[in-house]
């Protein structure tokens, strides 16, 4: 009598989007000229450059250890 086999369905992983509603920029150069602007704008904004895992470069106000 055959077997009634049913394979489990392969579920790719997706990475988590974490930077999904930011402005990604393709260089540093780039955001440090946005983020410098946006300083200029608002006076008592601090902002930082960071590189994330997608290889995008993003704005952030926290402070880097």
């Known amino acids: 009598m055959p077997r009634k086999h ?4 392969h579920v790719p992983y997706a990475f988590a989007r974490n930077e999904g ?4 920029y393709g260089s540093k150069a780039a955001a ?3 983020a410098e602007l946006r300083m200029l704008q608002h006076p008592n904004l ?3 450059v ?4 997608d290889g995008g470069w993003y704005l952030t106000r926290q402070t880097q250890k």
């Open 46 to 48: 601090e902002l930082a």
């Open 6 to 9: 049913t394979p489990v369905k």
């Open 32 to 34: 440090q000229k946005a």
């Open 50 to 53: 960071y590189q994330a895992l």
């Open 21 to 24: 509603g930011k402005t990604r």
